[in-house]
């Protein structure tokens, strides 16, 4: 399932351009992303992007760099606006030896506020009104770049070291050639992630839940999972959600698709659904596909 590293794209520069909400953890992820062996440049005029990037203009080697480049940009950027970044993107496209990726960082509007107002930080956009007129001002200007972007993600309930997991599988395509899965676990009840691709329901298993000795329990543990394994239409689905994605998961990496996220859902993505993601990712894991698992709703402490 891993796309050849002799192929022509290998052979481009890679550059990633990483725009997105402010507040949203930008200077972060560029950090966490110079970690993962990008090169981080922040807030570079667009004006200046084809010369620091496009091999053969003012850095005659940079067709010799092996590194990817991370590259910040948003409205604090001193020409920045969408069609200049539009028009930027483009420029870049155009070029044979560039290969250019879009991220967009994105957060929920009220966690952005109170992230504000916490640290009495001044946003860009509201200098001389409340906040969240500034925050909805943004949201409007950057709506085009969210719907085109390459990669999106939600940080909201991210801390950094997830942030950084999150980077490393969405752009670790950058370094090592393939697709990224990610299995999501998560209950309907505080709804669908939003950044799912594909979504699983598995609501109609056995709910451990109501069994007193597996309540306090999670998917993780032994006897939760052999509560929902023995389930009579468990061992048809697995079987059939397993032969639904052996045929996709090449189809997407022959379309140029570096990740997919797959959620699975159950009542209170604490049993059933966490155990569904951690035998998915086993078994993708066993067929070679690089995963990441993420258990929205369990918090450490109640891992084994």
């Not at 480049?69 to 993107?89: H, K, S």
């Not at 999150?166 to 669908?192: E, N, P, Q, T, Y």
Request: glycine share 8%; net charge negative.
């Amino acid at each position: 399932m891993q796309t050849s590293s002799s192929s022509p794209e290998a052979d481009k520069l890679d550059v990633l351009l990483l725009t997105g909400m402010s507040g949203a953890g930008k200077t972060s992820a560029l950090k966490a992303l110079e970690d993962l062996g990008f090169e981080a440049i922040d807030n570079i005029p667009l004006s200046l992007l084809g010369t620091l990037v496009m091999p053969g203009q003012s850095l005659p080697d940079a067709e010799d760099f092996s590194q990817p480049i991370a590259i910040g940009v948003d409205i604090r950027t001193r020409d920045f606006g969408t069609e200049a970044f539009l028009q930027a993107l483009e420029r870049l496209k155009s070029e044979e030896g560039v290969n250019v990726r879009v991220l967009f960082l994105d957060c929920d509007d009220d966690l952005l506020r109170r992230r504000y107002d916490e640290t009495r930080h001044r946003h860009p956009l509201a200098v001389d009104r409340p906040v969240r007129d500034g925050i909805a001002h943004e949201r409007l200007l950057l709506t085009p770049l969210r719907d085109l972007a390459d990669i999106v993600i939600d940080s909201s309930e991210l801390s950094l070291g997830e942030l950084k997991q999150a980077l490393d599988g969405h752009c670790g395509h950058m370094r090592r050639r393939g697709l990224s899965v990610f299995v999501k676990s998560f209950a309907f009840r505080r709804g669908i992630p939003r950044e799912a691709d594909l979504v699983f329901d598995v609501r109609f298993l056995t709910n451990p839940y109501y069994d007193p000795a597996l309540r306090p329990l999670t998917g993780r543990h032994e006897a939760v999972a052999a509560c929902v394994a023995a389930d009579k239409d468990f061992a048809h689905f697995f079987e059939t959600l397993c032969d639904l994605l052996k045929p996709l998961l090449p189809r997407y990496v022959e379309e140029g698709k570096s990740y997919l996220t797959i959620a699975v859902g159950c009542s209170g993505g604490q049993h059933r659904s966490v155990f569904i993601a951690e035998k998915l990712a086993d078994w993708l894991e066993k067929a070679g596909t690089t995963v990441h698992v993420k258990h929205r709703e369990l918090d450490g402490s109640k891992q084994p």
